[in-house]
């Protein structure tokens, strides 16, 4: 069954009087457990299309329908809901908060949710484990590198049990050594946990380990490949 | 953890919110400490005027307050004093005698209140003897003699019973007072030269300081070196129930000093008993009953069951004899607030200014807030926390500032008397100045902080609020 489905997606953004078309009628469908890398140069309309799915930016015509909901038909209060129940981020730039440690930005969320002081605990402990940071859980985001930062972020997307994890060039920030680690680590969630990722990028390394690639173009999909 | 998070941000930039935080800390400080010294001057006046002279409720032949005539008597006032000793909010109740007369000494006369009080203190409601200027000064009851006389410091200079020699110790007190060295080099010509009459003291002032330094410190330099002639005679003159001049010799056995010249210059006190008999007055008669109640904020209830049992007499209340008095008991916390909006209202400027740049270079991080769930309440009431922290930080320290140094200065007293003495004791108040932290103004301290943090807050929080997800993560401050 399909996680997210896009149909006849429309995005123009006006700048004065000038209309500029970011996404142009795009249709596409993501299964449960994807993989997949949204790809194309800068300017294609990769981050909009994934600011459209993620709910952070309203389409000018068009559905998105997440695990049934058309999310275009929500209210301003009900999408930021819809997104902490249902939606993990990662972002390029981590926005870790800066303020508190990685156990209490992984916790951040399931607090949010509401969740009992207990349950944030186990499964904040749990995550630090598997992104291989349960040592630097009282470490503030200034004290932990990059690529730490991110895999605190990556735990982050997950502690509130989303149905599918956005990443908007999250290795772009990264050294080869820390983007390796992060992919082997996504894929590796990706497999445990039937975890569904969607990464806009145009880094190399992740379109070489992306299990499908969408290829987009001013903001047209020209390519869709499944590639394991 | 919202609240933990507000507490967090707000020292992720230390330099500005401790600013901000001293700015509200000073601010307040310096506020409560002005109106508690204002407090505190009221609350002096009143203890004073309620101790010396009006007590909290007053009973008089209603003739009486027209021209003071001592033929106007409560005539059976001891049994009256009676009844009012067993209604039940009676803490002190005394009859006086009151009698306008001339007061003359061997240098001049003048008119004068002449009031017989019980010679027994803890009888009277009167408190006086609370006020007597020095050591040498005693009280009405510690002298068998019934013909003695306690006057005020204003009636002792005017009546020249007062002898003045400059000494070191005197010196030494106007240096402290901070008078300069050039006006003391010459004050030490005169020293422990003995002057008898103040004339004859300001006279040689005027001689050896210049004119601006005599205007300026003569009524200082007789402070610090006076000493009263304890022990003179004075003639007291009045006349009685017949209408016949009394005319009698006193001696001066005490001088209180109320820091009140209207007061001080005009009441002088004698036995009651002894001043009963020289006027033809029965045992029993006064033509003033005093009452001191258990609470001053409900004299006029008390006023009226008085009035009922007492139809006859004119009852009158502290609020009655003095307005000014209900004033500052009713509207005082509303002074308080309008002077302290006044400060606040401009510390928001300083607040509002601080949380919108918190949340101008936060854009981003709002926008990942946002983006991972946190919904426009949590953005709200987060900034809002921030701002009422930061206020009330600011605004703990300035009440413990400001009470601290009101407890110091109330403790100490702020003595304004090298600039104004005249002046405001000419009107009643004293020139030293306890302040008084009143409760109902800390209080009101704390909640008008909390009102201006949340105030201040609305409109950068709600400039949070407007930043869009999707643009906001994308923002670079």
Known sequence: MAVIEIKNLHKIYKSGEVEVPAIRGVDLQIEQGEFTAIVGPSGSGKTTLLNLIGGLDDPTEGVVIIDGTDITKLKDNQLIDFRLWNIGFVFQAYNLIPVLTAKENIEFIMHLQGKSKEERESRTMELLEKVGLADRANSRPSQLSGGQQQRVAVARALASKPKFVLADEPTANLDSVATSNLLDLMERLNQEENMTFIFATHDQRVIDKAHRIVQIEDGHIVGDQQIK | ?477
């Not at chain 2, 109106?35 to 409720?57: C, F, P, V, Y």
């Not at chain 2, 005082?332 to 002077?339: D, E, G, K, L």
Request: charged share 20%; aromatic share 8%; hydrophobic share 45%.
């Open chain 2, 1 to 477: 953890m919202i609240l933990s998070i507000a507490w967090k941000n707000i020292w992720r930039s230390k330099v500005r919110s401790l600013i901000l935080i001293g700015t509200i800390a000073f601010a307040l400080a310096g506020t409560i400490f002005i109106l508690s010294m204002m407090d505190g001057w009221m609350k002096d006046r009143n203890i004073k005027l309620i101790e010396t002279q009006l007590a909290h409720i007053q009973l008089h032949n209603p003739q009486f307050v027209n021209n003071m005539s001592i033929t106007d008597t409560i005539a059976d006032g001891a049994s009256i004093i009676e009844e009012i000793k067993d209604m039940k909010f009676t803490q002190a109740v005394s009859g006086r005698i009151k009698v306008m007369g001339m007061v003359s000494s061997s240098y001049s006369s003048q008119g004068a209140i002449i009031e017989g009080v019980n010679s027994i203190r803890k009888d009277d409601v009167s408190k006086v003897y609370k006020y007597l200027s020095d050591s040498t000064s005693k009280w009405l009851d510690k002298v068998k003699r019934n013909n003695v006389v306690v006057i005020g410091r204003k009636m002792a200079k005017k009546l020249q019973l007062v002898n003045y020699q400059i000494t070191d110790q005197s010196l030494q007190k106007l240096k402290d007072m901070g008078l300069p060295s050039d006006v003391l080099h010459k004050l030490a010509t005169v020293k422990d030269k003995k002057f008898h009459t103040t004339t004859n003291f300001y006279n040689t002032l005027e001689k050896i300081l210049t004119e601006k330094q005599f205007d300026e410190y003569s009524d200082l330099i007789a402070d610090a070196s006076h000493s009263y002639k304890i022990g003179h005679k004075i003639i007291l003159r009045m006349q009685d129930t017949k209408g016949d001049v009394v005319e009698e010799a006193f001696r001066v056995i005490g001088v209180y000093n109320t820091n009140n010249d209207l007061f001080d210059g005009m009441y002088i006190f004698v036995k009651k008993s002894y001043l009963a008999s020289l006027l033809g007055l029965g045992a029993n008669t006064v033509n003033e009953i005093a009452i001191i109640t258990d609470n001053q904020k409900k004299v006029e209830t008390y006023k009226q069951a008085i009035k009922q049992k007492f139809p006859s007499l004119l009852v009158e209340s502290i609020f009655d004899m003095d307005p000014t008095m209900r004033i500052m008991t009713s509207l005082v916390w509303v002074y308080y607030a309008i002077f302290e909006a006044f400060i606040l209202f401009a510390l928001s400027f300083g607040i509002v200014n601080t949380m919108l740049m918190a949340v101008m270079e936060r854009t981003k991080e709002l926008g990942m807030l946002m983006a991972i769930g946190m919904n426009r309440r949590r953005v709200f009431s987060m900034i809002m926390n921030e701002s009422v922290l930061l206020t009330i930080t600011g605004g703990i320290l300035g009440i413990i500032l400001g009470y601290l140094i009101v407890l110091y200065t109330g403790h100490v007293g702020i003595n304004l008397t090298k600039y104004a003495q005249q002046g405001m004791e000419a009107l009643g108040y004293s020139s030293i100045i306890y302040p008084t932290a009143s409760p109902i103004l800390l209080l009101e301290t704390t909640i008008l902080v909390i009102f201006t943090g949340v105030v201040a807050a609305i409109y950068p929080a709600l400039k949070a609020l407007k930043l869009k997800p999707a643009i906001a993560l994308h923002t670079d401050v």
